[in-house]
């Protein structure tokens, strides 16, 4: 079957740098995708990863290693408005998006 | 316009009602996406236009009914729905059906309540 990981919660201080993993078993693959979620708001975009390497977006990273099937989101400098779900999606062959069940990120002062 | 557009953002329904969702995006994109989020857990793909024509349908029940009268327009059709049915309907578009680096682009969604 097809399955992501990444953790339920975790927490965070303000100013501080974060990493959110993300595992995934999939039937083949066609990238990996991060969105962030506010609560009772629309996913947003913030990255994607088809090839192994980092790619850097302002204060936001995203990790990519096909062989490991591992990804991660890095966040810095955090403030209080990253408090958010982080969800990550995996395209697989068939060209449909995977998801995982989100990782909801707390900032505290 | 970068926008998704759904309305109405909330709707309270009887399980005897006939409603429709509506969603909007003027970006030129040619697939549109309804996704049913229940809180606390990742989006679910529910139907997804390719074109104007219906490409996945992820087993929905017929009491939800899709429409795609247009490149711009999607709509679902909600009827004799379960109160198991109260969610947040997200619509979704991206620039093509099914491909690599397909972001896709979400509207702020319909929340709906069925009593």
């Known amino acids: 079957g097809q399955n992501i990981d990444q953790p339920t919660e975790m927490t965070a201080t303000e100013g501080a740098i974060v990493q959110i993993n993300c595992t995934y078993q999939t039937s083949g693959f066609n990238g990996l995708f991060w969105y962030q979620q506010h609560a009772g708001e629309a996913p947003t975009f913030l990255s994607y990863n088809v090839l192994d390497g980092l790619e850097e977006k302002g204060r936001f990273s995203s990790f990519l290693s096909r062989s490991k099937g591992y990804s991660y989101l890095l966040l810095k400098e955090l403030q209080m408005k990253d408090s958010a779900s982080y969800l990550c999606?995996?395209?697989?062959?068939?060209?449909?998006?995977?998801w995982g069940a989100g990782t909801k990120l707390i900032i505290k002062p | 316009d970068t926008e998704v557009t759904q309305t109405p953002k909330h709707l309270v329904m009887g399980m005897t009602n006939k409603k429709s969702l509506k969603c909007e995006q003027h970006m030129g994109h040619r697939a549109m996406y309804w996704y049913k989020q229940k809180a606390k857990k990742p989006p679910e793909l529910m139907f997804v236009?390719?074109?104007?024509?219906?490409?996945i349908n992820e087993s929905v029940p017929s009491r939800f009914s899709p429409e795609c009268p247009n490149s711009s327009l999607l709509n679902l059709h909600l009827h004799a729905l379960q109160p198991e049915d109260s969610a947040l309907y997200l619509c979704?578009?991206?620039?093509?059906?099914?491909?690599?680096?397909?972001?896709?682009?979400f509207g702020a969604g319909s929340r709906l309540t069925v009593l």
């Open positions: 999606a995996v395209m697989d062959s068939n060209y449909q998006l995977i």
């Open positions: 236009y390719s074109y104007e024509k219906l490409s």
């Open positions: 979704a578009s991206s620039q093509e059906g099914l491909s690599g680096a397909n972001v896709l682009t």
